[in-house]
């Protein structure tokens, strides 16, 4: 069966293509529209559906509308409930209750020749709890699903046996630690439902000196939920305007949340593991991309393994919802091949919209040679190659790279990308060299979801992607699924002794991921890297005038 799965209504719009159980594409629709997180998650734009992401799968398949079998839409307004029944102060929430119900009406205009009476809602936790469950190389898992809400919920804990979903607990709202999380961002200056990963970055630099009064309004409930009871933010720190400097009482906040987080989470997962003796805990929601909470489970919840789906947020959900979906109508599922399920070129077409952009390219015999030269020669390089990510992080297919044993090029990428100095940025390893550098999360890591330490004689090596808490959140290439990159790794160590390179995404700040050639180029025209590499070809940063 052809399942197209669409998430909406509330975070990280996005499409993705099931068929016969394989996953097939999946992209944001943020990389279309150039329009970061797609639209802001409030009810206003609950409307707005992934319509070029959703055109995208379906072209990159070949198949028109009219032979999907079932649209499968990552939330369900008949298990929605009035916001002030939830204990929410959300008083425009039921247009999304009213946008939800129509959405089969939005789709059917939005991607002609669809049938309406082909949408199906799925439950927004069952579609995370999918992305995770029927995503992961387990057939047999627990799953935790945590994020800000979903219908009337925010959280559900349960298993996968079989492919089927066996739910064991859901924690009704207005009780939420992603919306505490969320909450905690907007007090400490940043942007809400977005800039969390700002908060868990801050938190390293802080003690978690509240702990105290966040466990009294904070706690797990012993049944397997959890209660967040109001918290008076403003008589512990007081609210940071996002143009004023942060201080120890910012980051002191940041750290106490982030250890209660971690406290809350053990509960619950200490719970669902005593319900199933499980060995294997999968992770989604948009809480499991808190990398740190995520060692954190890692190494204290008793489970074996922990895999976290790569999009975690809600653009998972339109996975999750399809390979829900899929199951349903009898198709057996199998696991996510990777997080690369976006868009991507040939050489031929790479040429073309080089030669088209009038830039001068070579096509070296070796490209990651050329571009180990570069990162030794501590040059920051763009690369573009395959296709594009799924989910927020770059994991070697639109990233910037750059020469880790330089401690000035954490400052000089964080300028390259305007962000702020207090973000680290992350190491990417050779798999069969990360035991010996990194340690405590688990090892390989593919999808670049969990914090490790980095042993104590690396961290002099590689002072650039060590975190102000002698942490880095590693990303793991294995040669036999990433020939390419793994390729520039050994260069760059026979050249520098180094088997790591620093990966951020690459955008540039407050811009999604450069998904396509017009924004690689774009991104290498406006900031200072020294190389673009897009597919076989080079583009190489001109001398600046004067210097030549
Ligand atoms: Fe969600």
Redesign the pocket.
């Known amino acids: 069966m052809k399942i197209l799965g669409v998430n909406a209504l509330?975070h990280d719009p996005a499409a993705a293509l099931v068929i016969d159980g394989e996953t097939v594409a999946a992209a944001e629709e943020e990389r279309f529209s150039r329009r970061k997180h797609g639209h802001r998650p409030v009810p206003f734009a609950a409307w707005e559906l992934p319509e070029l992401a959703a055109r995208w799968c379906l072209e990159h398949a070949g198949l028109d509308i009219s032979e999907i079998d079932a649209v499968a839409y990552s939330y369900d307004p008949a298990l929605a409930r009035p916001a002030d029944e939830l204990g929410l102060d959300d008083p425009w929430d039921h247009l999304r209750q009213t946008y939800a119900r129509r959405a089969p009406g939005f789709l059917a205009t939005a991607l002609p020749g669809l049938d309406p009476a082909d949408v199906r809602f799925v439950p927004?936790h069952v579609a995370?709890a999918a992305s995770a469950g029927l995503a992961a190389p387990h057939e047999t898992c627990d799953v935790l699903v945590l994020?800000?809400r979903?219908e009337s919920a925010s959280h559900l804990a349960g298993r996968y046996d079989g492919g089927e979903l066996e739910v064991l607990r859901t924690q009704e709202l207005p009780h939420s630690l992603g919306l505490l999380y969320e909450t905690v961002t907007e007090h400490l200056g940043f942007l809400r439902s977005s800039d969390e990963y700002k908060v868990m970055a801050l938190a390293s630099y802080g003690r978690p000196r509240f702990l105290d009064e966040l466990r009294r309004t904070v706690y797990p409930t012993g049944d397997g939920g959890f209660r967040t009871e109001p918290v008076d933010w403003q008589s512990l720190v007081k609210q940071r305007r996002p143009d004023e400097p942060w201080t120890s009482d910012h980051a002191d906040l940041a750290a106490s949340v982030q250890h209660r987080l971690e406290e809350v989470l053990l509960d619950l997962a200490g719970w669902l593991r005593g319900r199933t003796r499980g060995s294997v805990l999968t992770l989604a929601?948009?809480v499991a991309l808190n990398c740190v909470a995520n060692t954190r489970l890692f190494t204290d919840s008793g489970y074996d393994q922990v895999w976290v789906q790569p999009a975690a947020g809600?653009a998972g959900?339109a996975l999750g919802g399809a390979l829900h979906v899929a199951r349903a109508v009898g198709d057996t599922t199998s696991p996510m091949p990777g997080a690369d399920l976006g868009r991507g070129w040939s050489d031929d077409d790479l040429e073309a919209a080089l030669t088209t952009a009038r830039v001068p390219f070579e096509r070296p015999r070796d490209v990651a040679e050329a571009v180990a030269e570069c990162l030794a020669d501590n040059g920051v390089v763009a690369w573009f190659q395959g296709r594009s990510e799924y989910g927020p992080r770059a994991l070697g297919r639109r990233s910037l790279l750059a020469h880790p044993g330089h401690e000035k090029n954490l400052e000089r990428l964080n300028d390259v990308k305007g962000r702020e100095q207090f973000r680290p940025v992350a190491p990417m390893v050779l798999a069969d060299r990360a035991p010996a550098i990194f340690g405590r999360g688990p090892l390989p890591s593919r999808y670049m979801l969990f914090v490790h330490d980095v042993d104590a004689g690396w961290r002099d090596r590689i002072p650039a992607v060590v975190h102000v808490d002698g942490t880095a959140r590693v990303q793991t290439v294995d040669a036999e699924d990433e020939p390419l990159m793994a390729r520039v790794l050994r260069g760059f160590e026979r050249r520098t002794g180094l088997p790591v390179v620093i990966n951020t995404s690459l955008n540039t700040a407050g811009r999604p991921m450069v998904d396509d050639p017009r924004d690689a180029l774009e991104c290498f025209g406006s900031a200072p890297v020294d190389l673009l590499a897009i597919g076989p070809f080079v583009v190489r940063r001109a001398a600046p005038r004067g210097t030549a």
């Open positions: 509330f927004h995370h994020d800000g979903g929601g948009g809600d959900t």
